[in-house]
């Protein structure tokens, strides 16, 4: 995977050009930056000589399947897991030979790992402590802290007495309370239930944007990832396939992994038959049409197209349009609240659609004649990895 | 569907076989206390009130003490050591502490009595190094360190259980979060670790109050311990109704110690873990 090298839309992946301005943090200056890290275990390679620069004040997300290398970025960057190599500079400085607990980085645990033999405050409390703080600048921080994530009923309990999103709130507070300048989250809402981890994420983006510090958060959870972050890194096999806001990754995968693991994605293939103003031109359903995306090789190309881009048509449209019609007939439709998903079997291949409930005038059956229509700038080719 | 009297049915045999060989003769000591060689509770006031018993009251409590904390105290550094060590190193450590485990007490009681005597290897490099000659043997040193000796694996597998439960990301977020080593586990692992450390403790002193056989060896008859008193006033002068008294009283002081702990940490959690 030469992800680096590749050129998506004409630009450089990843560079703020890229990115659409107005978020906070993308044109920040880099506050903490990954150079070259590499980490091995034995002959396995967990991390393979990632580059990455976290600007200050920004919500990352590092996400990628399980074995991507992610955690083991994120331990590294917390002082945990010690890299084989390559330099970790925080303010400038490198922080790779320090300690955890010189870093002032503040950690969100999978499972929160509140200390069971204290209470709700004096877990907040803690990394207070630990500095030395005066008793009234502790117990003035603490509740404000837990007050900020609505818990300042609960200061006297024992974390065993809280349910699992209170137990993420005061893990949550006892990260942030000594003011670090970046805080990381491993899988923050991972262990809630889906509809728990819904309004937490916004509480979270909230939090966020109040207290301004920089979040690195790590999940393989792409919803969480797309509706947080103010970008993602997309990770696969310890490398980085794709850096970008999720709005941008969404609509321009770079590669066919990414276009399947955010959202869903039809792959078809076609031949490319040459190249237009720095787009490829490829011949489908017996058109010739230029589609935006990877520009690397001749031969067949593949093409990503967002399932909700694909509307259902009765009738043969006429041409002459941008638009791409693809001839098939409807094999399976689901019902999915406020979509159909609709499985229809093209001369192209299997594609599936999803159309909006409310627009349907008529809702597609099984054995349907269809025309599967979309325009030609929601074709995105992908690179086939 | 009610599953609970065939349950019942199942555990029926245990129960009839331990009410038969342990709670019918415990019923028989506590009769025999109240009984011989009149009725009535002069045996306790007798026992009360001797100075000898008294004496080997003491002693026992001064041997169990010690022994207790020695044990906990080595017994702590095992178990720490052994779930910081690799997991080669941890099937070595745990054959060397199963194995005395597995030896009989009279065995390595007497073994004891060899490494501690005064021809002994301890005494030949005291010598060697030109001190005097230690009295280990015969004496309260003597029967600690074979007590300790046998009583260290109990306490370490005790706290082992304990230690083994603590969430390893519990001391990575204290790192985390600013605390280095020490103050981890000072203010950390340490305390998560007590009940554990509490639960060795009252094992070990419940089974050090019992002692007989080390005792009897290392002290030669100059350490007497409870076990070994009622154990002569039984066997060699038959005062049958002293000797149930003092078997009575000391299952009293265990089963005492087992309630307290009862009361102050939760006893069924520390055991099933």
């Keep these: ?385 | 569907m009610n599953d609970q009297p065939r349950f019942a049915a199942l555990v029926a045999p245990m129960l009839i076989l331990l009410g038969l060989v342990y709670l019918v003769p415990l019923f028989g000591v506590l009769l025999i206390s109240v009984t011989e060689p009149q009725p009535g509770l002069g045996n306790y006031a007798n026992v009360l009130q001797s100075p000898a018993i008294g004496r080997v009251a003491l002693t026992t409590a001064r041997i169990c003490g010690i022994t207790t904390i020695l044990s906990v105290v080595i017994g702590y550094v095992l178990a720490y050591a052994y779930v910081s060590a690799s997991a080669g190193m941890r099937r070595m450590m745990m054959l060397f502490i199963l194995v005395p485990l597995w030896t009989s007490v009279l065995i390595r009681t007497f073994a004891w009595l060899m490494i501690l005597g005064d021809n002994g290897p301890v005494n030949g490099v005291v010598q060697s190094m030109g001190f005097d000659r230690l009295a280990m043997m015969h004496n309260e040193l003597g029967v600690v360190i074979g007590m300790t000796h046998y009583l260290v694996p109990y306490a370490m597998l005790t706290i082992l259980a304990g230690m083994a439960g603590i969430d390893e990301r519990l001391t990575m977020a204290s790192r985390g979060l600013g605390a280095g080593p020490v103050m981890t586990f000072l203010k950390v692992y340490f305390p998560l670790t007590l009940p554990g450390v509490f639960a060795g403790t009252v094992l070990v002193l419940v089974l050090a109050l019992g002692f007989y056989v080390t005792p009897i060896i290392l002290g030669g008859g100059r350490v007497v311990m409870m076990g070994e008193y009622i154990s002569t006033q039984i066997l060699l002068i038959s005062r049958w109704g002293i000797g149930s008294v003092l078997a009575t009283l000391l299952m009293l002081v265990v089963l005492l110690t087992i309630a307290a702990a009862a009361r102050a940490v939760d006893l069924r959690r520390i055991f099933t873990v």
């Design chain 1, 1 to 385: 995977m030469k992800a680096a090298r590749v050129e998506v839309g004409g630009k450089p992946v990843g560079t703020p050009a890229n990115d659409r301005s107005g978020s906070r943090g993308v044109n920040a200056p880099v506050l903490l930056s990954v150079r070259n890290i590499v980490k091995r275990y034995g002959s396995a390679v967990a991390v393979d000589d990632i580059c990455l620069d976290v600007r200050e004040g920004e919500l990352l997300t590092m996400l990628g399947p399980s074995g991507s290398g992610k955690t083991t970025l994120l331990m590294m960057l917390a002082g945990f897991v010690a890299p084989t190599q390559g330099e970790m500079l925080f303010e400038g400085a490198n922080v790779a030979p320090l300690p955890p607990e010189k870093r002032n980085f503040g950690m969100v645990f999978q499972g929160y790992a509140l200390f069971p033999h204290l209470s709700v405050f004096d877990n907040v409390a803690f990394p207070l402590r630990i500095r030395r703080q005066p008793k009234e600048v502790v117990r003035e921080k603490v509740l404000s802290v837990l007050k900020l994530v609505h818990m300042e009923a609960y200061a006297e309990r024992m974390p065993k007495a809280l349910s699992g999103g209170q137990q993420q709130r005061v893990a949550l507070a006892r990260a942030i309370v000594f003011d670090p300048k970046v805080l990381l989250l491993d899988e923050p809402l991972g262990a809630l239930d889906r509809q728990l981890r819904a309004s937490l994420q916004d509480e979270l983006k909230a939090l966020h944007r109040r207290l301004g510090t920089t979040f690195v958060c790590v999940t393989h959870d792409q919803e969480e990832a797309m509706s947080m972050s103010d970008r993602v890194v997309v990770m696969r096999e310890g490398r980085i396939v794709q850096i970008g806001e999720p709005a941008a990754i969404y609509s321009r995968p770079q590669t066919r992994f990414v276009a399947n693991f955010l959202g869903e994605s039809n792959i078809l293939h076609a031949p490319v038959v040459g190249s237009e103003g720095g787009k490829t031109v490829i011949r489908i359903a017996g058109c010739r049409v230029p589609v935006g995306g990877a520009t690397n090789a001749a031969g067949e190309a593949c093409l990503s197209i967002r399932p909700e881009h694909v509307a259902i048509e009765y009738t043969a449209p006429n041409g002459g349009t941008d638009d791409i019609a693809l001839e098939g007939h409807v094999r399976d439709v689901t019902f999915v609240g406020a979509d159909y998903r609709v499985h229809i079997e093209t001369e192209a291949g299997p594609i599936i659609a999803r159309c909006r409930t409310s627009e349907q005038a008529r809702i597609p059956a099984p054995g349907d004649q269809v025309w599967a229509r979309c325009r030609a700038s929601a074709v995105w080719r992908v690179i086939s990895d």
